[in-house]
Nanobody, 116 residues
Framework: QVQLVDSGGGSVQPGWSLRLSCTAS????????MGWYRQAPGKQRELVSQ???????NYANSVNGRVTISRDNAKNTVYLQINILKPEDTAVYYC??????????WGQGTQVTVSS
């Protein structure tokens, strides 16, 4: 059974940075897309950034320029570096991994709280 373990969240002040990480368990199927979504209280889950195996990367407009996604395919790990954090970045961040362009799995979520 595939498991994703995401971590790296925390409570920080505006302007600080965080690095989230997510490691997916090994599977006989290959990983295509790895990405991060977030869900703020009372809002729908939204895409923050995703990266496919060919290297194509997407960023949400709300974080573009402040966020960098990277992945280590050998470790089945994806990272999300968030800089200049703002209160509106407060949310639960979820890792998402897609195997063989078919099967999508979610991490358990890691809380990011930005407050002064």
């Amino acid at each position: 059974q595939v498991q994703l373990v995401d971590s790296g969240g925390g409570s920080v002040q505006p302007g600080w940075s965080l690095r989230l990480s997510c490691t997916a368990s090994r599977c006989r199927f290959s990983i295509n897309t790895m990405g991060w979504y977030r869900q703020a209280p009372g809002k729908q889950r939204e895409l923050v950034s995703q990266n496919d195996r060919a290297g194509t990367t997407n960023y949400a407009n709300s974080v573009n320029g402040r966020v960098t996604i990277s992945r280590d395919n050998a470790k089945n790990t994806v990272y999300l570096q968030i800089n200049i954090l703002k209160p509106e970045d407060t949310a639960v961040y979820y890792c998402n991994v897609v195997y063989s362009n078919q099967w999508s799995y979610w991490g358990q979520g890691t809380q990011v709280t930005v407050s002064s």
